[in-house]
């Protein structure tokens, strides 16, 4: 138990969450680097990303992504309020252990009208176990007793002044030893609440930014195929490993068309005895 009120230390990390701290300045030699050099190179990830987009745009025609119902998480609907009259689903199937809760606790904060305040807890929740070491390594370490990780979780959050829907939902997890995947269960969960509200979040990984006149042609072509709807988030990372090109993620999906995948097809095809 002490361990448990020990972990009371993280609720100072909450005021921290709002705010990021800025990127690092880029250095004399980085603002250099980003001369014609950069400029050459910015012009030809340009050209790519325009010669993939028809098949990009082909692609996605004939793959769709649908809607469809997921099965809830045992043991989170007989602690939750009572749930309203009108019917509600979840926009799209989650699979395993993580999507599971997810679907659980969507379904739950849907019928109690508190999603946006849910989504915000739970994301608070996951900074600050970032943000704590303490708190990391107890929502990690299942040697505590289940009574004592179930009675310092609902004290802590109960302070914190969460929602019902939250601290129930925190319980379940800390009752069945599930709470060390609260990070994948929460990044599951903002899936839900996106497609709920038509936000589309498309994950973009390429070797470099990609400028501003391609990106708003990508989020057309996805726009066009996706519906007028939705609301495109696009997600730029940067990666390396891709060697060029770019690879495109959004749900269950993913178009890979980078360099590194065109040279291991080439590689395989090259390999292939000839036949005369």
Same mark, same amino acid.
């Given at each position: ?105 969507? @379904? #739950?904060? !849907? ?6 305040? =849910? ?5 608070? &929740?996951? +900074? ?63 899936? @839900? #609440?996106? !497609? ?6 498309? =994950? ?5 930014? &990609?400028? +501003? ?64």
């Amino acid at each position: 138990l002490r361990l448990a009120r020990a972990s009371f230390f993280f609720l100072g990390c909450f005021a921290a969450t709002g705010s990021q701290p800025p990127p690092p300045s880029p250095t004399h030699s980085q603002q250099g680097f980003r001369g014609t050099s950069s400029k050459r190179t910015v012009m030809a990830a340009a050209r790519h990303l325009r010669s993939v987009l028809p098949q990009l745009r082909a692609r996605l025609a004939g793959s769709e992504p649908a809607a469809a119902v997921a099965q809830g998480s045992r043991g989170f609907a007989s602690k939750v309020a009572k749930p309203s009259e009108k019917k509600i689903k979840v926009p799209e199937a989650l699979y395993g252990g993580t999507g599971n809760y997810a679907s659980a606790l969507f @379904l #739950t904060a !849907a019928k109690a009208n508190v999603l946006d305040k =849910v989504e915000s807890e739970i994301n608070t &929740i996951v +900074e600050a176990s970032k943000q704590s070491p303490m708190f990391s390594q107890f929502i990690k370490d299942l040697s505590v007793p289940k009574e004592t990780r179930v009675k310092a979780i609902t004290e802590i959050f109960a302070e914190a002044g969460f929602s019902d829907v939250t601290k129930n939902f925190l319980a379940v997890l800390a009752d069945n030893g599930r709470l060390k995947y609260i990070e994948r269960i929460a990044e599951r969960f903002v899936d @839900l #609440t996106r !497609a709920h509200k038509g936000e589309v979040n498309v =994950v973009v990984r390429t070797v470099i930014p &990609i400028p +501003e006149k391609e990106e708003k042609e990508l989020k057309e072509t996805l726009q066009d195929i996706l519906g007028k709807d939705k609301t495109i988030l696009i997600e730029q990372k940067i990666d390396y490993s891709i060697m060029g090109g770019l690879v495109i993620q959004f749900g269950q999906k993913v178009f890979d068309m980078s360099i590194k995948t065109r040279a291991k097809q080439m590689e395989t095809f090259l390999r292939q005895p000839l036949e005369f």
